[in-house]
């Protein structure tokens, strides 16, 4: 077993989503691509806040390997969010209304595993009350997208041999991401909050 420096990727799109990873700039390296919406990727360092440390199997010691590894923030970064654009019309309120309404820790502890999504259902509101689940799930299928030209910096990178990741505080939902957009053919699953139990954070 050897331990890595995982290396993260950030994405400057010329898109009217404004789109953000929260991790500062450690260095100038930087590689650029010619698409119809020209995007900009800087390397930055990683950390989490936990004590673990991530190591690579003798499998993936290949002296072959493509370095750096890629690490991509899932949410308005590769995925349209729903909640921001369709769940606040879902429920028929602004989204002002919406975050003052709901419980101010439900949605975090969905995303760590920590409950399940009968128990979001119930503890979504800070009134207690009731909602469609079934509802809201669809409503957040359809919304599911890929941001406008990353699908295709995802295929140049994985046709470059380039291996990817998710780093994403995302609940178990993401495998609805995965039956309608695929997003497995370019990278994998590997960091996500609601496998690890905790609040994936990049320092």
Known sequence: MIHFMIMALTM??????TMWFPLKRTS???YSYSY???MKMSLLNLKTNTNASFTVSAAAQDTDRKLPILLFDIMDTIVRDPFYHDVPAFFG?????LLECKH?????????GMIDEVELARKFF????????EGLKNCMKRGYSYIEGVEELLHALKQNCYEIHAFTNYPIWYKMIEDKLKISR????????CSSGFKLVLD
Do not use: N, Q
């Not at 439900?106 to 995303?111: K, M, N, P, T």
């Open 12 to 17: 400057k799109v010329p898109h009217p989503t």
């Open 28 to 30: 100038l390296s930087s």
């Open 36 to 38: 119809p919406k020209p």
């Open 93 to 97: 309120m602004p989204m002002k209304e």
């Open 104 to 112: 101010p820790t439900a949605w975090i502890e969905f995303e760590k």
């Open 126 to 133: 800070k009134d207690g009350r009731s909602f469609d689940l």
């Open 186 to 193: 370019y990278l994998s699953w590997t960091f996500c909050s």
